[in-house]
């Protein structure tokens, strides 16, 4: 089984297409959940939390610096990025291990992302960015 379905089936999701490695706080060796739709009117990139497959910094926490790179290392336009932070269920009762699904709506200054503020998704507006 390859690591990508290995995760998938780990956290219970299908919004994973890639395993992305960055450094993240001080250097540390991070590694998120990845998924890039482009088309003419937005780039959507879903980063997925990876829990305890990930060795260092999440996703919430590095969301800026994951956007920033990925735009310059994937040619995205940064004007058209639609960000979205995943965090996929975690098959506990607890309310905070459901998934959910956050678009990071960033400040643009040029060179980088900052400022990020969260607006909670549902399943299906992310489903209607991806296919509609």
Partial sequence: MSEINEINSKTNTDYIEEIYDFKGQWDVPSKCGLL????NDAHIVIASELYDDNPGTSVNYWNCQIATIICQERSLDPLKLVFIEHTPD????LENYRET??????????EKFSDP????????QVDALLHG
Avoid at 90 to 93: L, N
Avoid at 104 to 110: L, M, P, S
Avoid at 117 to 124: A, N, Q
């Fill in 101 to 110: 699904f956050d678009k990071v709506i960033f400040q643009w200054d040029g």
């Fill in 36 to 39: 890039i739709k482009m088309n």
């Fill in 90 to 93: 975690r098959g506990s009762k």
């Fill in 117 to 124: 503020d969260w607006e909670e998704l549902t399943r299906e």
